[in-house]
């Protein structure tokens, strides 16, 4: 008997003879035991492919392709993916919450210049203005409340400005949710990528990186560099001096060290971040402490 | 006044001083990205926006044949959301057939909504350089369009060629010069990616086409199986 051949596609199973002749057709698990059939070696897959280009096949080519991508879209939505996101709003609230602070001081400032000036941060600086009248926030600054230089606001005026002042509160607290929210989950997706580089910073690089996936697989040299890509295109193209950080600048022990060891700190974290990243992807014990002494130990020289 | 040019299903309309190609809608009333809808007679046209396509930007700048005609079965390589995708289906309309493919889940939601929509469209969760991982999900190809960003896309190319085009059958190809290498020039890497494709003996070139300035640094390579 001549030999038999098996192939499956998406249409169905099929068995075919020497000449890639149809013998028959149907589920692949029927036919397995009817047939004795060897798999198709994968150079006569194109010559049957051509079999198939058949406009009765187009309905189930398309049906079962989209049931088949939905289902692949549906498993690719990953816990790490999750993170990128909520790292890209903690970014864009910042910006937003930024340009928003400033325009209320814009607006505070006609009324009270006097405590504008005298707090800096935006966030306190919402926090004191929702909570007290002007009188008392002067008197906490020092200033006669008859002295100031804001001019008469109506209760309507100020009711006005106040909603505006409450929604920014809410901004800065969906900020720090979010944040606790990424702490939580980098915790859990990336426990020693978080041990060296902190969640935050852990995050950022992750969604530079785009998945977990791409990220194990980054060389060190590439993660030292992520968020630095214009200065890294700019030395490719016309030969300027190269970028020695990106991101990872970012990370506490650069306030500690040197400025002239920025780029020694930066390609040694890089290299500890690389090596956490693969461990993490794969799920290995966790080193991230061992790591992180590594580098502490390293640092004392760079001071 | 719509007109019918030299290409099959691919029709055009002078507005002002430009012309304004257009393929005929297969859902009439519906767009895909914000194209311009154009009613006459009976039929309803879909503008094509050539800042967006790469295939339009070839037939702009003077294509001499694209050898995709209705009731074509094409494999689409790199269909991102499906802007190109969407006229390709218009051309061959439904006697024939698009497998569109992309490598980014993000990209191949937006063409699953598409191919819900168009009953020619299969989409393809997949990656271009792994033939044998959806071999068993497609059909053999009349014509094999690819646009993917990746460095050894030459070589993607002509390993699906091999796979999936039939004898004779026309296959166009788009070279990102930017992902192939940044720091050379564009035109370097066009001829060496010719020289590839003319000494690998699946494909002859049959025409070249740069696309500027509709798409910086990228051309199109249109090429016959042998």
Request: a positive charge; proline letters at 3%.
């Given at each position: 008997m001549s030999k038999n051949f098996v192939f499956t596609s998406?249409?169905?199973?099929?068995?075919?003879?020497?000449?890639?002749?149809?013998?028959?057709k149907g589920q692949e698990k029927s036919l397995a035991g009817k047939h004795d059939a060897v798999p198709l070696p994968k150079e006569k897959i194109k010559d049957f492919l051509g079999m198939l280009k058949r406009s009765d096949y187009f309905s189930d080519f398309r049906n079962r392709n989209i049931d088949l991508t939905k289902d692949q879209i549906r498993k690719s939505a990953t816990q790490d993916l999750l993170i990128v996101q909520a790292i890209e709003t903690i970014d864009d609230v910042n910006v937003t919450i930024n340009t928003l602070s400033k325009r209320f001081r814009e607006w505070f400032e006609l009324y009270c210049p006097e405590f504008s000036r005298a707090v800096q941060d935006h966030a306190r600086f919402v926090e004191l203005v929702s909570q007290?009248?002007?009188?008392?926030?002067?008197?906490?600054?020092?200033?006669?409340?008859?002295?100031?230089?804001?001019?008469?606001?109506?209760?309507?005026?100020?009711?006005?400005?106040m909603q505006f002042a409450k929604h920014l509160k809410e901004l800065q607290s969906l900020k720090t949710e979010e944040e606790k929210y990424v702490e939580k989950a980098m915790k859990k997706i990336c426990p020693n990528v978080t041990a060296i580089a902190g969640s935050l910073l852990?995050?950022?690089?992750?969604?530079?990186?785009?998945?977990?996936?791409?990220?194990?697989?980054?060389?060190?040299?590439?993660?030292?560099?992520?968020?630095?890509?214009?200065?890294?295109?700019?030395?490719?193209?016309?030969?300027a001096r190269p970028p020695?950080?990106?991101?990872?600048?970012?990370?506490?022990?650069?306030?500690?060290?040197?400025?002239?060891?920025?780029?020694?700190?930066?390609?040694?974290?890089?290299?500890?971040?690389?090596?956490?990243?693969?461990?993490?992807?794969?799920?290995?014990?966790?080193?991230?402490?061992?790591?992180r002494i590594q580098i502490e130990n390293r640092l004392e020289g760079y001071g | 006044m719509i007109q019918q040019t030299r290409f099959a299903n691919i029709f055009e309309i002078e507005k002002g001083r430009k012309k304004m190609l257009l393929t005929k809608n297969l859902v009439p009333g519906r767009k895909v990205y914000d194209e311009t809808l154009i009613k006459d007679g009976k039929y309803e046209y879909r503008e094509w926006d050539i800042w967006k396509s790469k295939l339009g930007s070839a037939i702009v700048k003077g294509a001499s044949q694209i050898g995709l005609r209705e009731g074509n079965v094409v494999l689409y390589l790199g269909a991102s959301t499906g802007t190109t995708v969407s006229h390709v289906s218009d051309i061959v309309t439904n006697s024939g057939f698009v497998f569109a493919l992309d490598f980014a889940p993000r990209v191949v939601r937006e063409l699953v909504f598409l191919a819900e929509e168009r009953k020619n469209i299969?989409?393809?969760?997949?990656?271009?350089?792994?033939?044998?991982?959806?071999?068993?999900?497609?059909?053999?190809?009349?014509?094999?369009?690819?646009?993917?960003?990746?460095?050894?896309?030459?070589?993607i190319f002509l390993?699906?060629?091999?796979?999936?085009?039939?004898?004779?059958?026309?296959?166009?190809?788009?070279?990102?010069?930017?992902?192939?290498?940044?720091s050379k020039k564009p035109r370097d890497i066009f001829q060496q990616t010719r020289k590839v494709l003319e000494q690998s003996d699946i494909l002859t070139v049959v025409e070249y086409r740069e696309l500027d300035p509709y798409q910086k640094d990228h051309c199109m390579f249109i090429c016959k199986k042998k």
């Amino acid at each position: 008997m001549s030999k038999n051949f098996v192939f499956t596609s998406m249409v169905g199973s099929f068995i075919l003879d020497e000449k890639l002749n149809i013998v028959s057709k149907g589920q692949e698990k029927s036919l397995a035991g009817k047939h004795d059939a060897v798999p198709l070696p994968k150079e006569k897959i194109k010559d049957f492919l051509g079999m198939l280009k058949r406009s009765d096949y187009f309905s189930d080519f398309r049906n079962r392709n989209i049931d088949l991508t939905k289902d692949q879209i549906r498993k690719s939505a990953t816990q790490d993916l999750l993170i990128v996101q909520a790292i890209e709003t903690i970014d864009d609230v910042n910006v937003t919450i930024n340009t928003l602070s400033k325009r209320f001081r814009e607006w505070f400032e006609l009324y009270c210049p006097e405590f504008s000036r005298a707090v800096q941060d935006h966030a306190r600086f919402v926090e004191l203005v929702s909570q007290k009248s002007r009188n008392d926030l002067l008197s906490d600054i020092g200033i006669r409340p008859d002295l100031t230089m804001g001019g008469q606001f109506g209760q309507e005026d100020i009711d006005a400005m106040m909603q505006f002042a409450k929604h920014l509160k809410e901004l800065q607290s969906l900020k720090t949710e979010e944040e606790k929210y990424v702490e939580k989950a980098m915790k859990k997706i990336c426990p020693n990528v978080t041990a060296i580089a902190g969640s935050l910073l852990g995050a950022k690089l992750l969604s530079h990186a785009g998945s977990l996936e791409k990220f194990s697989e980054m060389p060190s040299s590439t993660i030292q560099l992520l968020g630095a890509e214009k200065a890294l295109f700019r030395h490719r193209k016309t030969g300027a001096r190269p970028p020695k950080h990106g991101v990872i600048v970012q990370h506490n022990y650069f306030t500690k060290i040197k400025s002239k060891n920025y780029g020694k700190l930066a390609r040694m974290l890089a290299d500890k971040i690389s090596i956490a990243a693969k461990v993490d992807f794969f799920k290995g014990e966790f080193i991230g402490e061992k790591l992180r002494i590594q580098i502490e130990n390293r640092l004392e020289g760079y001071g | 006044m719509i007109q019918q040019t030299r290409f099959a299903n691919i029709f055009e309309i002078e507005k002002g001083r430009k012309k304004m190609l257009l393929t005929k809608n297969l859902v009439p009333g519906r767009k895909v990205y914000d194209e311009t809808l154009i009613k006459d007679g009976k039929y309803e046209y879909r503008e094509w926006d050539i800042w967006k396509s790469k295939l339009g930007s070839a037939i702009v700048k003077g294509a001499s044949q694209i050898g995709l005609r209705e009731g074509n079965v094409v494999l689409y390589l790199g269909a991102s959301t499906g802007t190109t995708v969407s006229h390709v289906s218009d051309i061959v309309t439904n006697s024939g057939f698009v497998f569109a493919l992309d490598f980014a889940p993000r990209v191949v939601r937006e063409l699953v909504f598409l191919a819900e929509e168009r009953k020619n469209i299969a989409p393809i969760l997949g990656d271009a350089a792994r033939p044998d991982t959806f071999a068993s999900r497609i059909s053999q190809a009349d014509l094999v369009y690819q646009d993917i960003a990746q460095r050894d896309q030459t070589n993607i190319f002509l390993k699906n060629c091999e796979w999936f085009l039939k004898k004779d059958g026309f296959a166009l190809f788009c070279v990102k010069a930017r992902s192939v290498d940044v720091s050379k020039k564009p035109r370097d890497i066009f001829q060496q990616t010719r020289k590839v494709l003319e000494q690998s003996d699946i494909l002859t070139v049959v025409e070249y086409r740069e696309l500027d300035p509709y798409q910086k640094d990228h051309c199109m390579f249109i090429c016959k199986k042998k």
